[in-house]
């Protein structure tokens, strides 16, 4: 076996009394003194600080000197219009396979003369043995390997990080900015994976553990583990690579064709062009075969990863499974995500899942569950 790596943060998180679990090869807190329950409604009512030092940063430098050659190689390789990124914004991608399957989802910056690529923890190693297969003609490709990274969400959070760092109240959600701190130069940008108005930030490994204590000296801001950025992201509508998608999805499929501009669809300027354009334009076209829904399950009975979801009652076979399930606390009651057959994804469908052998009604719902609260 592997022995579990750990962040620049371990010692804090065993200080405040974390309770730590393997999580994508690291050591990782999954909730604190509170309890998952409580972490969660705090961030919504005020600020929670999560270590997400875990995922991977790397920048994509193009040897041209050119930004717009950078951009256009990681082009080759997500279904995104990178060329259009504005400097000083960030947005939303995917790498996709050959079948159309995604591969990793991940966060890409433009930062003047380079792009800031953020990607999944498990993913890390083979998305960067990815880019470097495939870019390294045109791009200096560099893991990041001396920075931590934290996730500052909730509707305290912008006071609590403008203690510290004037000039954040000013970005807009997706802004990306780099800041020069009394812990060193931070990079910033205005985003997170809970649905709330948030922050992520890199900081320099050496000063994580100080701007961590700095943050959390702030009574509005607790520390959060991955129990509550899960049943956050849930209840966001946020999908979980590995759970939500993977290399099975396309981003058709995953109700994820927000993320694929104009451009790079049929009769766009640069239409196609990434592995699987054929399948996932395809799609766009015809539809896809099934669809990511979520479930409003009736009761209080939660609807798991890997239950069976049905037509009918009595139905022998099913028509999709649920991916990502659990209570949403700020909206007291089960929700879940999954995939069903397309012709019956319509939003208030009826559908059953099976729950320790029982057939219990679910109901299609319109995603996110709770709306999302980022400052535009």
Not at 92 to 100: C, I, R, S, V, W
């Amino acid at each position: 076996m592997t022995a579990l790596q750990r962040t620049g943060l371990f010692d804090l998180h065993v200080e405040l009394g974390a309770k730590m679990v393997p999580f994508a090869g690291y050591e990782m807190p999954v909730q604190y003194k509170p309890g998952v329950m409580k972490e969660h409604l705090h961030t919504r009512a005020a600020a929670g600080l999560f270590d997400v030092s875990h995922m991977g940063q790397v920048i994509l430098r193009p040897r041209s000197g050119d930004l717009a050659d950078a951009a256009l190689a990681l082009e080759t390789l997500v279904p995104v219009d990178i060329l259009a990124l504005k400097e000083g914004r960030q947005r939303y991608a995917m790498f996709t396979n050959d079948a159309g399957g995604i591969l990793d989802d991940l966060m890409v910056a433009s930062r003047g003369d380079h792009l800031f690529l953020v990607v999944n923890a498990a993913c890390k190693a083979d998305d960067i043995a990815h880019l470097r297969a495939h870019l390294s003609d045109a791009c200096e490709i560099e893991e990041i390997s001396d920075r931590a990274l934290l996730a500052l969400q909730g509707p305290a959070a912008e006071t609590a990080l403008a203690a510290h760092v004037p000039g954040v109240a000013d970005m807009k959600f997706m802004d990306v900015r780099t800041f020069d701190t009394a812990f060193g130069a931070l990079w910033v940008s205005r985003s997170g994976y809970t649905g709330e108005d948030g922050f992520e930030i890199s900081v320099p490994a050496d000063q994580v553990v100080a701007l961590a204590r700095a943050l959390l000296a702030d009574e509005a801001v607790e520390p959060i583990g991955l129990g509550a950025r899960d049943s956050l992201r849930l209840e966001a509508g946020l999908c979980l690579y590995g759970h939500d998608i993977d290399t099975t999805t396309t981003p058709v499929e995953a109700a994820l064709t927000w993320a694929i501009q104009k451009s790079r669809r049929t009769g766009g300027a640069r239409a196609g062009g990434f592995p699987g354009a054929a399948q996932i334009l395809g799609q766009f076209d015809t539809g896809a075969p099934r669809t990511r829904v979520g479930l409003r399950p009736e009761g209080r009975a939660p609807m798991r990863e890997g239950t069976l979801l049905f037509d009918d009652a009595n139905a022998a076979d099913p028509i999709g499974a649920v991916t990502s399930g659990g209570f949403g606390p700020s909206v007291e009651a089960p929700i879940s995500m999954g995939y069903v057959a397309s012709g019956q994804a319509s939003d208030g469908t009826i559908i059953y899942g099976e729950v320790r052998g029982k057939r219990l009604p679910a109901v299609i719902t319109a995603l996110p569950f709770r709306p999302a609260t980022y400052k535009r």
